[in-house]
């Protein structure tokens, strides 16, 4: 008995596996094809979501109250007065307090080697008179915090109260010399477009000592040397 498969046996296995080659490969590309569709129909989510409907909407502060207080050596205290009482050409009432808060501004960091203690608030505002009515409460707080008299230590205390339209730089540490120079800074670059109300509130007449501001102004801290 013969085994060994005939021309047309083998002819027929032949067909059979290209058959079936062509089957796989034709389902391979249906697979491939359908991957692309289904990448193309279902793009990835953005990845900043909108908020929901009637979700809050934090709109940006139209008014901002800030107020920094400053303690360094009372001994650099004429020359910080010096530098805000000095002439000027400048007779605008707005742009006269401009020029205040640049000169408390710069004349500070003239002295930032003495800085002590640092205080800072704010406060956002959507309304001109809320606004007006911070800033003149912040004002008699502060004049009466500081008109005590002192205690005949070797520290004083310079308090900037400035309102201002739209927000500005704030900080988020109180012992942190580059976010007072930073602070600072910003304050600097205020203008006459910006500026409601500023004021420079000194304490420290005779001389006050850490404990006795500490005491006055508790919002207060010690700054890293």
């Not at 359908?34 to 709109?59: I, V």
């Not at 650099?76 to 400048?90: I, N």
Request: proline share 6%.
């Amino acid at each position: 008995m013969n085994d060994d498969p005939t021309p047309d046996e083998l002819l027929a296995t032949g067909a059979f596996g290209l058959c079936c080659c062509l089957l796989a490969a034709a389902g391979l590309v249906a697979v491939v094809i359908w991957l692309m569709r289904s990448k193309d129909a279902a793009p990835l989510a953005p990845t900043h979501q909108p908020p929901p409907p009637g979700a809050p909407f934090a709109a940006a502060a139209q008014f901002h109250l800030s107020v920094i207080a400053l303690a360094f050596d009372g001994f650099f205290r004429q020359q910080v007065e010096a530098m805000l009482t000095a002439p000027s050409t400048v007779t605008d009432p707005v742009g006269v307090r401009v020029e205040l808060v640049q000169r408390a501004a710069r004349a500070l960091l003239g002295v930032a080697v003495q800085w002590r203690l640092f205080g800072y608030g704010e406060k956002d505002l959507n309304d001109l008179t809320a606004a007006q009515q911070s800033y003149a409460i912040a004002l008699t707080d502060f004049r009466a915090r500081s008109g005590a008299a002192g205690d005949g230590g070797s520290l004083c205390v310079l308090t900037l109260v400035i309102c201002t339209r739209g927000r500005r730089l704030g900080v988020d540490r109180l012992d942190t010399r580059q976010q007072i120079n930073e602070l600072l800074g910003d304050r600097l670059k205020l203008d006459a477009g910006s500026l409601l109300g500023a004021e420079v509130v000194w304490a420290g007449a005779g001389g006050l000592s850490e404990p006795l501001i500490r005491e006055r102004f508790p919002e207060m801290h010690a700054i890293a040397l």
